[in-house]
């Protein structure tokens, strides 16, 4: 059971204080009957909620797949920068978040979802879930940092010791400028750009490719989304 006016809330059906307004003015029904209580329950899974007419369906998690674009931070607002969320106008519901966080220079796969559960699962260092990444690094990549990827680097600053768990660093390309993927199981600030700091290489593109078995849609260009399908979601 929900309150009205949050469930209309949720839904995009305006602010909580229009959809109040709505309510008062006998816009909206509950199984055909004007309800006139912003605080009245409704039970969302069979209850009929309709405001002018129209029905409004209650739909408890929303998944959507980012192709994140350089440039904006994955937060769900922000004074200065443009958010993630931002960039998704035409979604009126108001509980997303981003699962997990990609640097503003980062591009690449983000999940927004008001599923707080999944995105748990998905970042929890406990739960070991692949995160995969394309970058260009500056420098030759050689097998030495393989196995150091592989053994775990330390990023910590200082003193403080702060050892990464394994990671795979398969090369794609060495040369001035080498091409590498990425795949790591934590989440830790900047970390990709740390172990490679580390070892004494600067990140100079990096791009999120998939998240345990969720893959960035090839389609989606830089700044689209789409919701996530029902075999994506089985996936995760
Ligand atoms: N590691 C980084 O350094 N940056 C990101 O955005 C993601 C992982």
Redesign the pocket.
Known sequence: MIRLDKYLADMGAGTRQEVKKYIRQGQVTVDGQPAKKPEMKVDELCQVVAVSGTRVSYKMYEYYMMNKPKGVV?ATSDKKEKTVLDLMEDIKRRDLFPAG???K??EGLLLITNDGGLAHRLLSPKKHVD?C?YASVSGIVTDEDVLCFKEGIDIGAGKEKEITLPARLEILKTGEISEVRLT?QE?????????FKALGKE?LY?K?ERMGNLVLDPFLLPGQYRNLTEEELKLL
């Open positions: 994955s966080r990609l640097d220079d980062t995160k990444y790591i989440g830790k600030f900047h970390q990709v750009k740390r172990m990140v990096l999120r």
